[in-house]
T-cell receptor, first 113, second 115 residues
């Protein structure tokens, strides 16, 4: 168990809808990273938050947004969903005692029908 | 921008044998971290091993070891005494020295351990 909690594990929704993915980091970690993994592909970095502030942005679509709350949990909001958004979305946390390591949650599998 | 290349999409190995997965990367940085993550069928991302670029000694974790060649920008993973549970996707990843940077992942190598 990595200590990173992601909910829900699975999401099935329709095109055009909006969903929210939630991530609770490991105790003591200040950074949260979001990644997207499409079928049989590597992980693509979306966005990072550090102690409530956006720190880095990757290939995140304008339809996607994220935030980190005072208790350090983070939410990734995906709107106007398209079929191509179907993927596994990972959250990772870091920045704690093991500063150079990112620990991954189990992921949320999003299926857009 | 840093890129990570894994040139072996798929590999297989017989149980108890040794296999080496290749990874190369491109960076202009002098200090950075390199990682190997394992993704079994459960899809969980599991850290296998990490290497700090400033360390000359290759990292080792039980049956897993790396061959880090900084000048060649190469970071291969050797799995000794392969076990059926080693069957997974293996991703090589690069991260800059700064604490707040994301990781760049390779496309992955699918390893199958055969009984």
């Amino acid at each position: 168990d990595s200590g990173v909690t992601q909910t829900p594990k699975h999401l099935i929704t329709a095109t055009g809808q909006r969903v929210t993915l939630r991530c609770s980091p490991r105790s003591g970690d200040l950074s949260v990273y979001w990644y997207q993994q499409s079928l049989d592909q590597g992980l693509q970095f979306l966005i990072q938050y550090y102690n409530g502030e956006e720190r880095a942005k990757g290939n995140i679509l304008e339809r996607f947004s994220a935030q980190q709350f005072p208790d350090l949990h983070s939410e990734l909001n995906l709107s106007s969903l398209e079929l191509g958004d179907s993927a596994l979305y990972f959250c990772a946390s870091g920045g704690g005692l093991a500063k150079n390591i990112q620990y991954f949650g189990a992921g949320t599998r999003l299926s857009v029908l | 921008a840093q890129t990570v290349t894994q040139s072996q999409p798929e590999m297989s190995v017989q149980e108890a044998e040794t296999v080496t997965l290749s990874c190369t990367y491109d960076t202009s940085e002098n200090n950075y971290y390199l990682f190997w993550y394992k993704q079994p069928p459960s899809r969980q991302m599991i850290l296998v091993i990490r290497q700090e670029a400033y360390k000359q000694q290759n990292a080792t974790e039980n049956r897993f070891s790396v061959n880090f060649q900084k000048a060649a920008k190469s970071f291969s993973l050797k799995i000794s005494d392969s076990q059926l549970g080693d069957t997974a996707m293996y991703f090589c990843a690069f991260r800059e020295w700064s604490n707040n940077n994301d990781m760049r992942f390779g496309a992955g190598t699918r390893l199958t351990v055969k009984p």
